[in-house]
């Protein structure tokens, strides 16, 4: 039974640039699908596909107001929330919204946003051991040719 | 997901995960590729059930990797009604958007295991421009197409 997290982003730049942003956001180079339709992102032994989606708007879940998803499936077995994808993604969701000031949306098993308890920073009380760093695996500066980030712009989901 | 397949006599085997060389189904089912989704359970949806368009996700992401996708709903709360619409929804995006890989589509959920053909029921969608007449559940071994 496979579960995913998916970090919804917005951008009105294309698929391909959306790629090279995540890449100055990360240490890792996307590398892209054959057709290019699809790009790749592997660190921190977290595989990720980003790709643009045509997901159904579901309750709490505006997808079709994100063009592109940031797609991990959770390898192991165990709690979602606690898992090695939804920890990076987390990170990586915290520095796209500061350095872009983009919205995004992390959501977990294409059911509910990530819950706030959750988010970046302030482990709930049934946090996994041992906190990851904030910005372990990702740089702490603005990529280059990327825009300063602005003030914080309205956004969707929880993990802020 | 796989016991309740192999129960049904089919010979399952598990699919490692590649890494970096494209998405992989869940396992192999008689020759067909699986790829099975879930939904929590109802508690742990704080008490809202699946809804449609839910249904019609996961369907879409399944069939990005399987051509079986299989959807366990368990104790989720999902009705066999929703299910059904789900899967209309699905098929009607997949006028548009495309079928990917989904030959065969199956919700089970708490009182109910239904089946449905996918790739008859998306073409009777485009060539009639109407909803398709969805055909009762079918046989469960015929729902992984045999080699």
Same mark, same amino acid.
């Given at each position: 039974m496979s579960r995913t997290v998916d970090l919804f982003l917005d951008s009105d730049q294309p698929l391909e640039l959306v790629a090279l942003q995540l890449s100055e956001l990360t240490s890792a180079q996307l590398s892209a699908s054959p057709d290019r339709a699809r790009f790749v992102l592997q660190e921190e032994g977290v595989t990720a596909y980003l790709s643009e989606h045509d997901f159904l708007d579901d309750d709490d879940l505006p997808?079709? &107001?994100?063009?592109?998803v940031l797609s991990a499936r959770?390898? &192991? $077995?165990?709690d979602i929330d606690h898992s090695p994808e939804a920890r990076y993604l987390r990170r990586l969701n915290a520095r796209w919204r500061e350095q872009t000031g983009l919205p995004s949306l992390l959501v977990i098993d294409l059911e509910r946003?990530? @819950? $706030? &308890?959750? @988010?970046t920073g302030a482990p709930g009380p049934t946090a996994a051991p041992g906190p990851v760093p904030a910005s372990a695996g990702l740089p702490t500066t603005a990529p280059a040719g990327m825009p300063q980030p602005p003030a914080p712009a309205a956004s969707h989901g929880t993990a802020e | 997901m796989a016991q309740l397949l192999v129960q049904e006599g089919h010979h399952v085997r598990s699919v490692p995960e590649s890494r970096g060389a494209g998405k992989t189904p869940d396992f192999v089912a008689c020759g067909a590729l699986v790829e099975a989704k879930s939904f929590e359970s109802l508690a742990e949806r704080r008490g809202r059930p699946p809804s449609a368009e839910g249904v019609a996700n996961k369907l879409m992401q399944a069939s990005e990797q399987g051509a079986v996708g299989i959807i366990w !709903?368990? !104790?989720?709360?999902?009705?066999q009604a929703t299910a059904r619409a789900g899967y209309l929804l699905y098929c009607r995006h997949a006028v548009v958007h495309g079928l990917g890989k989904l030959e065969s589509a199956r919700v089970v959920g708490e009182g109910f295991d239904v089946s449905f053909d996918p790739v008859a029921d998306v073409r009777a969608v485009w060539q009639a421009g109407a909803t398709p007449r969805l055909r009762p559940s079918v046989p469960v071994r015929r729902l992984v197409p045999r080699p």
């Open positions: 997808l079709s &107001e994100f063009p592109y959770v390898r &192991e $077995p165990g946003p990530d @819950a $706030p &308890e959750f @988010a | !709903a368990g !104790a989720s709360g999902l009705s």
